[in-house]
């Protein structure tokens, strides 16, 4: 029975001691900036004072400020003296195939999720492009959009610029 209660207190008392080390995980606040093109998520990072750096690259069908962020983290290197060094560096991993497959194009079938999102995103923007009312009580979503997406036509641009809140 002793040992049963000391062996309870004994994984209490570390897991105690693990959390309190920092085991408990990262709590992320970092943006979510997959589905970005590089050149988007790169400005982004710009402007908060960091600096983008490619870790890896799929596919060559695009220009690199083309391809699509799949994934994008913050790097965690350390120093000799165990500090945190390049604070502000942010990896990226790059799929530069097209968005959605075309004749003699690499890139996600239309029938995929990651296709299926693209082509939809795409229909929604053609139609703005056509008639930017559209866009009408849903001005912040459509500037969204627009800002992390390729294809929006100057004309809409002007259009969610002059109706912006």
Known sequence: MNRL?????SAVFTAVLVIGLGGTGVASAAPNLTGLTFGKASEKIQGWGGTAVISSVVGSQLATDD????????????????????????????????AVAGPGKPGNS???????????????????NK???????????????????????????????????
């Open 5 to 9: 209660v000391l062996s309870v207190i």
């Open 67 to 98: 391809c699509i962020v799949t994934d994008a983290r913050e790097s965690i290197t350390l120093d000799s003296s165990g500090r945190s060094a390049h604070r502000g560096r942010w990896l990226f991993d790059l799929n530069c195939n097209a």
């Open 110 to 128: 239309a029938a995929s999720p990651d296709g299926a999102k693209a082509k939809k995103i795409e229909g929604w923007i053609a139609s703005w």
């Open 131 to 165: 008639k930017p009312a559209y866009c009408d009580g849903h001005i912040a979503y459509c500037q969204r959009y627009c800002d992390n997406y390729d294809g929006c036509s100057d004309e809409l641009k002007q259009y969610l610029a002059a109706n912006a809140a």
